[in-house]
């Protein structure tokens, strides 16, 4: 069983080291642009001392993944795998960063449900992409808070590990 597609895309921005973590989350209906160049917009987008986590929920419309993946140089393949909700399991490789597509199924009230999940891997960033509101990381998000387990002490890589 599934669920209805997300209207609005939302973006939720993580970063964390061992010492500090910071979260902020923003909604637009088409691009992300406007949120990247706001001149109120205080939390920087990257900080080479952190692990960064873009978690976006809602794969249309298709100009949000975009313009998020023209912004970080996400390939314009890969970008259309995480928009592509018939696109079967894979890995791929890119110059600069990883692809891993997926189905990621759970049981919620009882009911089966399957959702495509795409998880693009750079140094010190990791984006996730999600169809649905269902919001299967948040214990993850939490012990990020909470400074429990290895995922703080480690980089990048290892989120996508434990995400997985």
Known sequence: MSQNPVENPTLTIIQYNTTSYEELDYS???SVEPFFLDSEFTFPV???D???WLNVIGLKPVDFISSLGKIYGIHLLAIEDVCN???RPKVEDFDDHILLSCKMNYLRNGE???EHLSIVLMKDLLFTFQEYVEDIFDPIRKRLHNRLGQTRKNKA???MYTLL
């Open 112 to 114: 089966l449900h399957s």
């Open 157 to 159: 890589d290892y989120l």
């Open 85 to 87: 909700l018939a696109q």
């Open 46 to 48: 990257h900080k080479e």
């Open 50 to 52: 952190r692990v960064t």
């Open 28 to 30: 637009a209906e088409t």
